[in-house]
């Protein structure tokens, strides 16, 4: 099966040349409610990361609509069984879980001076199908929990995963990543850092990035699927070609199945090359 995420050339040219998927952290999607989500007074909006797909395969109007960039962009489709990593693994010491995605991640990649990422990669809470409700702040006020002595309990797999039903047109699947600050001097395992920690939660602390990047596993661009935008003009078709015979091997665009039905707005559409000699995406 395959999963599919709209987007603009430049982020087609960034995900080629780098073998990566950007998460973006929740509070810095266009769902201003999602980004605003609290339980128990943490704004889990602010160390949830994530990567947005639908399993449609239907081309869908609103989504090309929405993100591209005014119809000047693409499809992209992924099979959903390849890997995602990030980090070599050292010395074979490793966190391996299995989900509808396989996450590898090295001890390094997932702890860093001032962050750390949350390993629980199993069906449900890294790749989630989005729960759509009438009130996001109801649904989601038991993802954390305090217990007797005061302690968050906290229910990641509800991080990340409730829209109200307004968005119910996406259909949305999405990877999540839940990504914790932390203090240079105090390592996770020490005890005092639970007590850093829940002050960072009631303060609301930020993260000091809002985007997360994981590399693509070597073979998944070997069978990626590229559709055009629906009347895509022909210079930003041969941008495109250009990318693909760049970065792939032998796969090349196809048209959308709504060109000569479908007419989206190019006016005003810009597409620079300079984008390419930049890590963001």
């Known amino acids: 099966m395959r999963i599919y995420h709209y987007?603009?050339?430049?982020?087609?040219?960034?995900?080629?040349?780098?073998?990566?998927i950007r998460f973006n952290r929740l509070d810095r999607v266009d769902d201003l409610e999602?980004?605003?989500?609290?339980?128990?007074g943490i704004k889990t909006g602010l160390y949830t990361f994530v990567s947005c797909w639908t399993e449609d395969p239907?081309?869908?109007?609103?989504?090309?609509?929405?993100?591209?960039?005014n119809g000047v962009g693409v499809r992209i489709g992924l099979d959903k069984k390849y890997e995602f990593h990030n980090g070599d693994i050292i010395n074979g010491d490793v966190i391996h879980t299995d989900g509808i995605v396989k996450k590898p991640v090295s001890p390094t990649?997932?702890?860093?001076?001032?962050?750390?990422?949350?390993?629980n990669f199993n069906d449900g809470v890294f790749y989630k199908k989005i729960e759509y409700v009438p009130d996001v702040s109801a649904a989601i006020k038991n993802a954390v929990k305090k217990d007797a002595n005061g302690v968050n309990q906290m229910q990641t797999s509800q991080w990340g995963i409730f829209?109200?039903?307004?968005?119910?047109?996406?259909?949305e699947r999405r990877f999540t990543l839940i990504i914790f600050p932390k203090p240079n001097d105090i390592s996770i395992s020490n005890p005092a850092y639970g007590d850093w920690l829940k002050i960072?939660?009631?303060k609301g602390i930020y993260l000091p990035f809002h985007y997360f990047d994981l590399e693509l596993s070597?073979?998944?661009?070997?069978?990626?699927?590229?559709?055009l935008c629906p009347n895509m003009s022909e210079g930003h078709k041969t941008l495109v070609e250009c990318l693909c015979k760049t970065y792939l091997d032998n796969i090349m665009p196809k048209e959308s199945s709504l060109s000569g039905v479908l007419i989206i707005n190019h006016k005003g559409s810009k597409v620079t090359y300079s984008i390419l000699n930049k890590r963001h995406q």
């Open 7 to 20: 987007t603009n050339i430049e982020t087609l040219a960034l995900i080629l040349k780098n073998k990566t």
């Open 34 to 40: 999602e980004g605003q989500t609290e339980s128990s």
């Open 58 to 69: 239907e081309e869908s109007i609103p989504l090309w609509k929405m993100y591209t960039n």
């Open 109 to 119: 990649s997932i702890i860093s001076s001032d962050y750390w990422v949350f390993p």
């Open 163 to 171: 829209k109200n039903k307004r968005w119910a047109f996406q259909d």
């Open 200 to 202: 960072a939660f009631e």
């Open 218 to 227: 070597d073979n998944v661009l070997n069978d990626i699927e590229i559709t």
